[in-house]
Each structure stands twice: as structure tokens, then as C-alpha cells.
């Protein structure tokens, strides 16, 4: 059964990576046609202001069919004003949102906002977190903000921006810091925000789980731990273990992506970010290297490994 809520892509990165130049080019890709955006800034999207006719302080219909929104911090009011007016006929209809953050955020909050609310999760689902990292600067800006490691480290997809001005042995030492940072995000390279939709569509396919890291290892403050399941345990139960770990470890777990095989012989994957578990998806298959197992991204030695790796019948 298709999933009838609104998805939703996640743009970030740190400040003047290529976010706005990345959604003024989706925004005209078929695949985004009439799809709403939320930004942090009036005009941050950088669509020509005559273009925009004003509804109300916090949402605007575009010519183009889209919709803009003035976040200032104010997440679930938004997410639930746009999906209340859509669902009055206030504003076009739209079969995608996207949000673009602010350079110095971090995407944690707006995922648990996602989740959370039972509105907003019953209207959106996250569609996949997509973050842009400048071709030219990305090397200091990892060196220097802490911001722009977690955002590389949360991501579904990493997208290099402004390869044409980098030389090519750059481009490809930043791409494997990036990979060393966040083994389970897809690295693509782009010019001119010119990212192919397939790059951003489905970012987070539970469908297609990744193969784990060839070892845990430590780069840039970024730890990523890799630990073996136990196995045959009901999919609620593994949930309920990873929800636990997950709000025990008080955020520092940046990124979770499990794949176990439970007690009714399917395969089930589980995510997290931050301290936010969320729902288990059954999944038809996945590397034979990653069933059992989880890949733990995270700015510290996680504590409570245990609550993972310990069949129930020891834990009693």
C-alpha cells in the first residue's frame, strides 16, 4: 500500500554551499513541478520577487505553483498551516515539500518535528535528508564548524557543490572525507546545483539499505561504530530496544541504520537520528554483510551498546 502522506526532502548544509542554487534547479525539474518549499528567510529561495503574490505573513503562492514559507522558527505551526490550507484549497495543490534550513543548523530537531507531532507526521513523511557541501571550502568548513560535520554525518545524500571551481584531485579527496565521515550517504558531485532528481528522490529507502563500512573508525569527531544484532526477536522488540538506546544516549547518536531479521522471518530496517527513533519498515532483502547488524554514526563513544547487541533472554 502506497503512502498517502506529503513527502518531504531535507536540504541543508553550511552557509553558501549551493542549498538555494540546488532548489531553484529542483523547483524546475518535472519531478519537484508544484512541489511546496519551506525556507528560513523570506526570498531565500532567490525566485524573482515579482513573481511572488503574498497570501498571508507566513505563506505565499508563487506563480509557479509553489509555495514559500518564512519558517522563523516556528516548524509545526508551519507544517500544519500548510497542510491545513491545502486541505481547505488555500493554496495549490502539492504532492512534495521541501525544506531548506539555515546554513548553521541542525537537521535533528526538524526530523523530530517531523515525527513528533501527530499532525505534521500524520500529513508528511521524510522523504530523505540532502546535504550540499561546497566543492571550493568544504575541507575547512569540516575542519572549522562542527555544524557543517553533523550535517555531512546526518545526511541520506552528500552532494558536492561547485566542482568547476576545484580541481578534480580535491573534488575526490573531499568526496572520500565525506565517505569516511558518513559511510551510509551516497556521495554525488554537481555544478551549478545541477543534481539529477534521482539524487534527491527516495533519498531514505529503507529499500535499499547500504553495505556496512569495511570497520568502525573516527574522522573529523565523527565516530562510526558497527555492531552485530542479536536476530529473531519480534520487529517490536527490536524497535523498542533501538527507542530506548536512541533516548538514552541523549543525542549524541547522529545517525542509526539497522537491518535485523526478526521472529516472523522478515527483514525489517530501523532508523534514528539523534534521539529520535523511527518507524520499522519491512524491507524484501539487503547486503548480506548488513543483516543483523547496525551502523551507529555518532560525535562520541556511545554508551549503552548492550541495549543492542544483547539477546532479551540474557538481558532478563
Same mark, same amino acid.
Given at each position: 500500500?502506497?503512502?498517502?502522506?506529503?513527502?518531504?526532502?531535507?536540504?541543508?548544509?553550511?552557509?553558501?554551499?549551493?542549498?538555494?542554487?540546488?532548489? #531553484?534547479? !529542483?523547483?524546475?525539474?518535472?519531478?519537484?513541478?508544484?512541489?511546496?518549499?519551506?525556507? #528560513?528567510?523570506?526570498?531565500?529561495?532567490?525566485?524573482?520577487?515579482?513573481?511572488?503574490?503574498?497570501?498571508?505573513?507566513?505563506?505565499?503562492?508563487?506563480?509557479?505553483?509553489?509555495?514559500?514559507?518564512?519558517?522563523?522558527?516556528?516548524?509545526?505551526?508551519?507544517?500544519?498551516?500548510?497542510?491545513? +490550507?491545502?486541505?481547505?484549497?488555500?493554496?495549490?495543490?502539492?504532492?512534495?515539500?521541501?525544506?531548506?534550513?539555515?546554513?548553521? /543548523?541542525?537537521?535533528?530537531?526538524?526530523?523530530?518535528?517531523? !515525527?513528533?507531532?501527530?499532525?505534521?507526521?500524520? &500529513?508528511?513523511?521524510?522523504?530523505?535528508?540532502?546535504?550540499?557541501?561546497?566543492?571550493?571550502?568544504?575541507?575547512?568548513?569540516?575542519?572549522?564548524?562542527?555544524?557543517?560535520?553533523?550535517?555531512? /554525518?546526518?545526511?541520506?545524500?552528500?552532494?558536492?557543490?561547485?566542482?568547476?571551481?576545484?580541481? @578534480?584531485?580535491?573534488?575526490?579527496?573531499?568526496?572520500? +572525507?565525506?565517505?569516511?565521515? #558518513?559511510?551510509?550517504?551516497?556521495? *554525488?558531485?554537481?555544478?551549478?546545483?545541477?543534481?539529477?532528481?534521482?539524487?534527491?528522490?527516495?533519498?531514505?529507502?529503507?529499500?535499499?539499505?547500504?553495505?556496512?563500512?569495511?570497520?568502525?573508525?573516527?574522522?573529523?569527531?565523527?565516530?562510526?561504530?558497527?555492531?552485530?544484532? @542479536?536476530?529473531?526477536?519480534?520487529?517490536?522488540?527490536?524497535?523498542?530496544?533501538?527507542?530506548?538506546?536512541?533516548?538514552?544516549?541523549?543525542? +549524541?547518536?547522529?545517525?542509526?541504520?539497522?537491518?535485523?531479521?526478526?521472529?516472523?522471518?522478515?527483514? *525489517? &530496517?530501523?532508523?534514528?537520528?539523534?534521539?529520535?527513533?523511527?518507524?520499522?519498515?519491512?524491507?524484501?532483502?539487503?547486503?548480506?554483510?548488513?543483516?543483523?547488524?547496525?551502523?551507529?554514526?555518532?560525535?562520541?563513544?556511545?554508551?549503552?551498546?548492550?541495549?543492542?547487541?544483547?539477546?532479551?533472554?540474557?538481558?532478563?
Amino acid at each position: 500500500m502506497s503512502d498517502p502522506r506529503i513527502p518531504v526532502t531535507l536540504i541543508t548544509g553550511f552557509l553558501g554551499a549551493g542549498k538555494s542554487t540546488l532548489l #531553484n534547479r !529542483l523547483l524546475r525539474d518535472p519531478a519537484f513541478r508544484g512541489a511546496a518549499v519551506l525556507v #528560513n528567510e523570506f526570498g531565500a529561495v532567490g525566485i524573482d520577487a515579482a513573481l511572488v503574490k503574498g497570501v498571508d505573513e507566513t505563506v505565499v503562492t508563487l506563480a509557479t505553483g509553489c509555495v514559500c514559507c518564512a519558517m522563523r522558527g516556528e516548524m509545526i505551526t508551519a507544517l500544519r498551516d500548510l497542510h491545513f +490550507r491545502r486541505v481547505k484549497g488555500e493554496v495549490p495543490e502539492f504532492g512534495r515539500l521541501a525544506i531548506e534550513t539555515t546554513g548553521v /543548523a541542525d537537521p535533528g530537531p526538524i526530523v523530530a518535528t517531523l !515525527l513528533r507531532d501527530p499532525v505534521v507526521a500524520a &500529513a508528511y513523511r521524510l522523504d530523505g535528508i540532502v546535504a550540499v557541501v561546497d566543492g571550493e571550502h568544504g575541507d575547512v568548513q569540516l575542519d572549522d564548524h562542527a555544524e557543517a560535520r553533523a550535517q555531512a /554525518a546526518i545526511a541520506d545524500r552528500l552532494l558536492i557543490s561547485k566542482t568547476d571551481r576545484a580541481a @578534480p584531485e580535491a573534488i575526490a579527496a573531499l568526496a572520500a +572525507r565525506l565517505a569516511a565521515i #558518513n559511510p551510509l550517504a551516497d556521495v *554525488w558531485p554537481m555544478t551549478m546545483g545541477d543534481a539529477p532528481a534521482a539524487a534527491i528522490l527516495g533519498a531514505f529507502d529503507a529499500a535499499r539499505p547500504r553495505s556496512a563500512p569495511a570497520a568502525s573508525g573516527h574522522r573529523d569527531g565523527i565516530l562510526t561504530r558497527d555492531v552485530f544484532l @542479536p536476530g529473531g526477536e519480534s520487529a517490536d522488540a527490536v524497535a523498542r530496544r533501538i527507542a530506548l538506546f536512541l533516548a538514552l544516549s541523549g543525542g +549524541r547518536i547522529l545517525r542509526l541504520k539497522a537491518i535485523a531479521r526478526c521472529d516472523d522471518g522478515a527483514l *525489517w &530496517a530501523f532508523h534514528g537520528v539523534r534521539h529520535v527513533a523511527y518507524p520499522a519498515v519491512e524491507i524484501e532483502d539487503c547486503p548480506g554483510d548488513m543483516e543483523n547488524r547496525a551502523v551507529l554514526i555518532s560525535e562520541t563513544e556511545p554508551d549503552g551498546l548492550e541495549l543492542l547487541t544483547t539477546p532479551a533472554s540474557a538481558a532478563v
